[in-house]
Nanobody
Framework: QVQLVESGGGLVQPGGSLRLSCAAS????????MNWYRQAPGKERELVAS????????SYADSVKGRFTISRDNTKNTLYLQMNSLKPEDTAVYYC?????????WGQGTQVTVSS
């Protein structure tokens, strides 16, 4: 069974940091492009960051460039999102997504709340 399980969310003050993880199983993780999306209440889900299958190329939404870093460890079938200098507008449910040629898979999401 395909599973993507996010963890690492929580409550953090503005300017703080969090590291999200996404543990993958049930498919060949190392050949999939991986992505982080987020969705705030009342807003559309938006793409935050992407990373190629071997980790050689990354891309970011303008709103998080310079603050967030996406990475992956293919030996552990795990995707990461390091979030620094967090802002209240980063508050959202964060989802990982695996993108393949034929299939896309989504995790259940983890809540990130940035508040003072």
């Amino acid at each position: 069974q395909v599973q993507l399980v996010e963890s690492g969310g929580g409550l953090v003050q503005p300017g703080g940091s969090l590291r999200l993880s996404c543990a993958a199983s049930g498919f060949t993780f190392s050949v999939f492009v991986m992505n982080w999306y987020r969705q705030a209440p009342g807003k559309e889900r938006e793409l935050v960051a992407s990373i190629t299958s071997a980790g050689g190329s990354t891309s970011y939404a303008d709103s998080v460039k310079g603050r967030f870093t996406i990475s992956r460890d293919n030996t552990k079938n795990t995707l990461y999102l390091q979030m620094n200098s967090l802002k209240p507008e980063d508050t959202a449910v964060y989802y990982c997504k695996a993108s393949g040629y034929r299939n896309n898979y989504w995790g259940q999401g983890t809540q990130v709340t940035v508040s003072s």
